[in-house]
């Protein structure tokens, strides 16, 4: 299992983060998503034949791109 922490710059408050936790939650092999507004950050847990760079795309798709 892999965990990876990203960084949000536009993360306002708690419905961004249920946004994005309930995108994430819907790929196979994504198993957690939690996150903090006041950090701008959210950690996730996935498997295989997740990639951290899936995760980027997806995030850059439902207009919430993480911080490179």
Not at 9 to 36: F, Q, W, Y
């Amino acid at each position: 299992m892999n965990k990876q922490s990203f960084t949000i710059p536009n993360i306002s408050c708690g419905h961004c983060v249920m946004s994005i936790k309930n995108e994430l939650t819907e790929i196979a092999g994504v198993r957690t998503v939690e996150g903090d507004p006041a950090t701008k950050q959210i950690t996730v847990e996935f498997d295989t034949p997740v990639t951290s760079e899936k995760i980027i795309e997806i995030l850059q798709e439902i207009g919430y791109p993480a911080e490179t």
